[in-house]
C-alpha cells in the first residue's frame, strides 16, 4: 500500500487518498490536540487567512467544529447561511460559490444535502474546498476523527475487526469510514437490514450481516449509525422500535463485546434507539472523544490545506512536523 | 431556380447509387442523373445523399423557456444535423394539450429551417389524470400523443386512452400512437441516476431499471388488451429491449427509439457529478447500452431518437439534484450513431430517416427515395469528415452536450429542407 502523501488542494472525499495520507494527517491532528490541551488553545498559524462555511444543510456540531478548529488557528471565519435564501430566489450554485470567492476566502467548508456538491464548488473557486459531508456520498473529516479516535484507543487500526451497524444507505459517515478502515487495515463488516444497505456493495473491502448479536463478539470496534426518523416513513424499516430490537445497542450487548472493544457514534445520538444512554456512557464508548477529536482533526485539515510553510506555534515546537502538504 | 447535389452517392431505402440531384422550385426533386448542372450547384463529392433524418424525440422548449432554446434555434440545430422533421414534445409552458397551443407551435413552425411537427399531451396539462381533448387535437393533424417526461401513472387512465385512440383512426387517416415515457415514478421518485454500482458508490440516489420496466411490461399488457399503437420512447434497458422484442414477435402495434446517449454513455460518466450527465431515462450500464445497440441491430428498435433536451448553463450550475435532466442531441446524434451503434450505413439512415418518418406518420414526404417527383428533404453528409464538439458553437442557446471536447467522425455537409438549402457547407444560411 502506497504511504506517499500526496499534495491536496481541497479534501473532498476519503476516496482517492492513501494510507499514507490519512496517516500524515492522523500525526499531524496530534500536535493540534495538544494546542487544545493548552490554558490558551490558540495559534496564530492561519491569522490572516479567511475560511468561509457554507452550510446548505443544516449541522450545528460540524459547523462548531469547523469554526472551533479555524478560531484556534487564528483564521477569520465568514459564515454563508445558505438555508434558502439567495438559492431560492433563483441564484445558481455556481453563482454562490463565485459570490463568495469574491470576499476573498481562502477556504471554503461546504455541506450540503446532495453527493457530489463539494466536488462540483471544488471545480468553480480558486479556494480550497473541504467537503463537510455531500449527502450520502462522503464526510471525510468524520472518518479521520473516527480514525484518530480509534487510534488513540488501540493504538493501530490494522487487523482491527470493526463492524458498522445501521443506515449504511443513506449514511455518507458509513461511505468515508468504510475507505478509511481498509486503507488502515482494518477489516469491516456492515450489519444492517437489505433496506438500509446500499443498492450495490460490489467491489466493497466489507463482508454484510443481518445478525448483530452473532457478529458482536468478533468485533474490535462496533460503530453505531444514526437512525433518521425519516426512514420510517420511507419504509425502509418497520418501527424505531422494531429497529432497536434487531440493531440497537443495549447493556445485554454490550456484553457480547470484548471488554476492549470500542464503541462508536458520530451524534447526535437517538437514545434508546441506535444505543441505551447506558451504553453511551459505557466505559468502551468514545462518543464524546470524537467530539473533542474532530476539532483537532479540523485544525490539522485546514493547517494542512492552508498553512503550508507556515509556523505552527511560535512559543512551541510544533513547526518541525514536515506539513508541507 | 433550380438546385442540384452533384457528385455524391445517393443512399436512400432503395439502394445505392452515384447520382446527381436536381431539386425544383416547388420544392420537389425534378430529376435525377449523371452530369447534371443547376442554376446553383452544391457539391457532394465524396458524401452521401440521404433523404434528411427524422427525429421523433425533441424539446423545442417553445412557448416557455425560450431562453434555453426556441423553434428557430432548435431547428437550425436540426438542420445543422442533417434533420428535415423534427417532432416536438408537448411538455412546453403552457403544456402543449389544446388546440391553441398546438396552432402556436406551428405558426412558429412555420419560419423554421425544418418542419416542426408538434405532439400533444395524452393527459391535461400533462398531470396524468384527465384525457386530453385528443379527438379535436387529431382534426387538426396531430398522430402523436405523448407526456413525455413522465408517464402516464394510472393503468386505469392509460387504458382508456389506448382504448379511446383506437376510435380516431378513420379521422386521422392512420392509427395515433401514443408515445410513452415509461418510468413509474413511485420507484424513480427523489433518484437522479442509474440505480447500482455507480449510484451506491457515488451517493447519488438511484432509479432502478425496474421503475422502466414495469411501465414498458405494463404497456405491452394494455396494447393486447386494447390494440392501440404504443410507440415505447426513449427504451434504456436490456429488460425492456427484450419486452419490445417479445411483443413484436407476438405481432402487437409497437415501435420503439433509443437516444444517441443511452448507446454511447454509462452511468459511470456520472463520477463527474456533473448534471450535464442527468438525464431521464438515466444513463444505464455497459449491458444496456450493449443490449440497445443490438435492439437497434435487429430490428427491434425502429428508431434513432435525440432527446434533444436543452437546459441553460445557469440551470446545469447546479447539484445533481437540481440541475434538470436531459442533454443537448441534435448535432452531435449521426455522428454518434456512426462511431458508436455498431451499425452500418444503410441500417444507420434507416433508423434516423425512413423508420421513424412512417411512425410519425410523415412517410409522404421525409424519409422518402431520392427520385424524381418525391419532395425534396434531403440531408449531404460526410461520413469521414472529423470535428471537436463544443456546446458554445452549437445553434442552440444552451451548451449542454455530453460529449464536450470529444473528436467525433462524420459531419452533416448540406441539408435540403423543403427544396431549401438551409444548411450550406457546415454553415445554417438563416
Redesign the interface.
Known amino acids: 500500500m502506497s504511504t506517499a502523501v500526496t499534495t491536496w488542494r481541497h479534501l473532498l472525499g476519503i476516496d482517492g487518498m492513501s494510507r499514507g495520507d490519512i496517516e500524515g494527517i492522523l500525526d499531524l491532528t496530534d500536535t493540534f490536540a495538544e494546542v487544545g490541551r493548552r490554558s490558551i488553545p490558540k495559534v496564530p498559524a492561519l491569522r490572516g487567512r479567511t475560511v468561509a462555511s457554507l452550510f446548505f444543510e443544516d449541522s450545528t456540531r460540524t459547523r462548531m467544529s469547523f469554526e472551533t478548529a479555524a478560531k484556534r488557528l487564528s483564521a477569520d471565519i465568514m459564515t454563508f447561511t445558505a438555508g434558502s435564501s439567495s438559492l431560492s430566489k433563483g441564484e ?4 454562490t460559490v463565485e459570490v463568495i470567492g469574491s470576499y476573498g476566502a481562502d477556504a471554503i467548508v461546504v455541506r ?6 463539494a ?2 464548488l471544488a471545480d ?1 473557486t480558486d479556494a480550497c474546498v473541504i467537503n463537510a459531508g ?5 464526510h471525510p473529516t468524520q472518518a479521520l476523527l473516527d480514525c484518530y479516535t480509534l487510534r488513540e484507543r488501540r493504538g493501530d487500526l490494522d487487523g482491527m475487526r470493526i463492524g458498522i451497524v445501521g443506515d449504511i444507505r443513506n449514511s ?1 459517515v458509513a ?1 468515508s469510514n468504510i475507505l478509511a478502515f481498509s486503507l488502515l487495515g482494518a477489516e469491516v463488516v456492515l450489519v444492517a437490514p437489505p433496506t438500509l444497505l ?6 466493497w473491502p466489507v463482508t454484510v450481516s443481518h445478525d448483530l448479536d452473532a457478529v458482536l463478539p468478533g468485533l474490535d470496534a462496533c460503530y453505531l449509525l444514526r437512525m433518521q426518523r425519516e426512514r420510517i416513513n420511507e419504509g425502509l424499516v418497520p418501527s424505531l422500535r422494531e429497529y432497536a430490537t434487531d440493531y440497537g445497542m443495549d447493556a445485554r450487548r454490550g456484553g457480547l463485546l470484548a471488554a476492549d472493544a470500542v464503541i462508536l457514534h458520530p451524534g447526535p445520538t437517538n437514545p434508546g434507539v441506535e444505543l441505551t444512554t447506558e451504553v453511551a456512557t459505557d466505559p468502551r464508548s468514545v462518543i464524546l472523544d470524537q467530539v473533542s477529536n474532530g476539532v483537532s482533526v479540523r485544525m490539522a485539515v485546514l493547517f494542512m490545506l492552508l498553512g503550508s510553510g507556515m509556523d505552527l506555534a511560535p512559543d512551541q515546537s510544533g513547526a518541525d512536523q514536515g506539513v508541507d502538504g | 431556380m433550380s438546385l442540384v447535389l452533384r457528385g455524391g452517392t445517393v443512399v436512400d431505402s432503395q439502394g445505392e447509387r452515384i447520382l446527381d440531384v436536381e431539386i425544383g422550385d416547388d420544392g420537389r426533386i425534378s430529376s435525377v442523373g449523371n452530369d447534371l448542372s443547376g442554376d446553383i450547384n452544391l457539391d457532394a463529392s465524396g458524401c452521401v445523399v440521404a433523404p434528411g433524418f427524422v427525429d421523433l424525440h425533441v424539446h423545442l422548449r417553445e412557448p416557455g423557456q425560450e431562453d434555453a432554446e426556441t423553434i428557430q434555434t432548435g431547428s437550425r440545430g436540426g438542420a445543422l444535423g442533417g434533420y428535415t422533421v423534427l417532432v416536438a414534445m408537448p411538455n412546453t409552458e403552457p403544456v402543449t394539450d389544446c388546440a391553441a397551443v398546438v396552432e402556436q407551435v406551428r405558426n412558429l413552425g412555420a419560419a423554421a429551417l425544418c418542419e416542426i411537427v408538434p405532439t400533444a399531451a395524452m393527459t391535461v396539462g400533462r398531470l396524468g389524470v384527465d384525457m386530453a381533448p385528443m379527438g379535436e387535437l387529431v382534426d387538426m393533424g396531430v398522430g402523436i400523443f405523448t407526456d413525455d417526461g413522465t408517464g402516464v401513472q394510472d393503468p386505469r387512465l392509460m387504458r382508456r386512452i389506448m382504448e379511446y385512440s383506437t376510435g380516431l383512426t378513420a379521422r386521422l387517416g392512420r392509427p395515433v400512437v401514443l408515445a410513452q415515457h415509461c418510468e413509474v415514478s413511485a420507484l424513480s421518485d427523489g433518484g437522479y441516476m442509474h ?3 455507480w ?2 458508490r ?5 432509479q ?1 431499471a425496474e421503475a422502466e420496466e414495469l411501465m414498458v411490461m405494463r404497456d405491452i399488457a394494455l396494447v393486447r388488451l386494447t390494440g392501440a399503437h404504443m410507440h415505447f420512447q426513449h427504451l434504456s434497458t436490456a429488460s425492456s429491449v427484450a419486452m419490445v422484442r417479445g411483443a413484436k414477435a407476438a405481432g402487437l402495434p409497437v415501435t420503439a427509439e433509443a437516444t444517441t446517449h443511452h448507446f454511447s454513455l454509462t452511468d459511470a460518466a456520472c463520477a ?3 448534471p450535464v450527465f442527468k438525464v431521464h431515462p438515466p444513463l444505464r450500464t455497459d449491458d444496456d447500452v450493449a443490449a440497445v445497440r443490438k435492439g437497434l441491430a435487429d430490428g427491434t428498435i425502429d428508431a434513432i431518437a435525440t432527446d434533444h433536451a436543452p437546459h441553460t448553463d ?2 446545469k ?6 440541475a434538470p435532466p436531459g442533454m443537448l442531441g441534435l448535432e452531435t446524434a449521426f455522428s454518434l450513431a456512426l462511431e458508436e451503434s455498431g451499425l452500418d450505413l444503410p441500417d444507420i439512415l434507416a433508423l434516423m430517416s425512413w423508420r421513424p418518418a412512417a411512425i410519425a406518420g410523415l412517410g409522404d414526404r421525409h424519409g422518402t427515395p431520392v427520385v424524381a417527383g418525391n419532395h425534396a428533404n434531403l440531408c449531404v453528409i460526410d461520413p469521414d469528415e472529423t470535428w471537436t464538439v463544443s456546446g458554445r458553437a452549437m445553434a442552440s442557446p444552451s451548451s449542454n452536450t455530453p460529449y464536450e471536447g470529444r473528436t467525433l467522425r462524420g459531419r452533416v455537409r448540406h441539408t435540403i429542407s423543403a427544396g431549401e438549402p438551409v444548411v450550406v457547407d457546415g454553415e445554417a444560411r438563416r
Open positions: 445558481s450554485l455556481r453563482d450540503h444535502a446532495m453527493a457530489g456538491t466536488h462540483r468553480w455531500d449527502g450520502c456520498h462522503e455518507r461511505r446500499p443498492p450495490s456493495i460490489d467491489g | 440505480e447500482g454500482d449510484s451506491s457515488l451517493g447519488i440516489p438511484g432502478p463527474s457529478y456533473d445557469h440551470s450550475e447546479q447539484s445533481f439534484d437540481s
